[in-house]
């Protein structure tokens, strides 16, 4: 989480095409908009490459505690990961 300490705060727009049409609203380019960078995040030993920037980034920082936990709880045991995206609780599980 490092490249994101100390950020300015800011408000990105994200463009969600769909949803803009779907609320009767015009779905309009932003040329300077945000996207597609990929920020490295280091947590526990996992290396995980999260677009910060995307709708759904798969990788929830605020369950950074819950991973933890999980950890030790899946020790040693098989696990099935029925709501996988990025792997965080799954790679925990390990």
């Keep these: 989480y490092e490249p994101l300490a100390g950020a300015a705060p800011t408000v990105l727009w994200r463009r969600a095409a ?4 779907s609320e009767g609203l015009e779905d309009v380019a932003d040329d300077d908009a945000q ?3 990929i920020v490295e995040a280091l ?12 709708q759904k980034t798969g990788f929830y920082c605020d369950q950074r505690d819950n991973r933890a936990f ?4 899946c020790r040693g045991k098989r696990v099935l990961d029925l709501y996988c995206y990025s792997g965080g609780f799954a790679l925990s599980a390990l």
């Design 18 to 21: 769909a949803r803009l049409r």
């Design 35 to 37: 996207g597609g960078d």
């Design 43 to 54: 947590e526990a030993g996992l290396r995980f490459e999260v677009d910060v920037y995307g």
């Design 70 to 73: 999980l950890s030790p709880l």
